[in-house]
């Protein structure tokens, strides 16, 4: 099977970096992705990471170790609008399906 | 470019009636994948299309079908409506040779079965 877990609820205050960490367990592995979606919006592509390493799209960063079975999506200069939930997700075997992990509520405070 | 685009955004149906959704996917992709979407369960996986051929199915019942046309265009079809098949309806274009990692979403259609 294939699973990924993800913490449920994150907290921080504006300007403040969070991480948010996601493990998998996958069997053949092509990279991982991350999503985000505002409540009664759809998923929006942030960022993937197919090899080990951080890629960085201006205040988010994503970071896979593929020998840890580990990612983590890192949001600096935290503002009101990043309050949304945020996805890992993982091709399944084939790389036909994309499984997410069940989302984090990230709530951004003034 | 333009993006994902899914028809209809809302839909109210019967329990027993059938509904079809429609997804219109990114100029070039001709991979598209449909996802459930409720608050209990999150993101399920439904189907994937390429080229008109269905590489993968989740774990859905075989009320749930779908295909894909020959322009990528896809629909999924859902027949003998449940109460518990109320969710966002989801759909998701990726570019050749991304394994589906890179998965760019339409709006959604949210049905509403009473």
């Known amino acids: 099977g294939q699973s990924l877990e993800q913490p449920s609820e994150v907290t921080a205050v504006e300007g403040a970096i969070v991480q948010i960490n996601c493990t998998y367990q996958?069997?053949?592995?092509?990279?991982l992705s991350w999503y985000q979606q505002h409540d009664g919006g759809a998923p929006t592509f942030l960022s993937y990471?197919?090899?080990?390493g951080l890629e960085e799209t201006g205040r988010f960063s994503s970071f896979l170790s593929r020998s840890d079975s580990y990612g983590y999506l890192l949001l600096q200069e935290l503002q009101m609008k990043d309050s949304a939930s945020y996805f890992c997700?993982?091709?399944?075997?084939?790389?036909?399906?994309?499984?997410f992990g069940k989302g984090t509520t990230l709530s951004v405070s003034s | 470019k333009a993006g994902v685009t899914q028809t209809p955004r809302y839909l109210i149906k019967t329990r027993g009636q059938q509904v079809t959704l429609s997804c219109s996917p990114i100029?070039?992709?001709?991979?598209v994948s449909w996802y459930q979407q409720t608050p209990g369960q999150g993101l399920q996986f439904l189907f994937e299309y390429f080229s008109e051929t269905q590489r993968n199915k989740g774990n859905f019942p075989g009320r749930f079908s779908g295909r894909q046309f020959s322009n990528s265009r896809s629909e999924m079809n859902v027949s003998t409506l449940e109460l518990g098949d109320s969710a966002l309806y989801l759909c998701?274009?990726?570019?050749?040779?991304?394994?589906?990692?890179?998965?760019?979403f339409g709006q959604g259609t949210r049905l509403t079965v009473v």
């Open positions: 997700a993982a091709p399944n075997q084939a790389g036909t399906a994309l499984i």
């Open positions: 990471n197919a090899l080990d």
């Open positions: 996958t069997s053949g592995f092509y990279g």
């Open positions: 998701a274009s990726s570019p050749v040779g991304t394994a589906n990692l890179k998965a760019f």
């Open positions: 100029s070039g992709h001709r991979s």
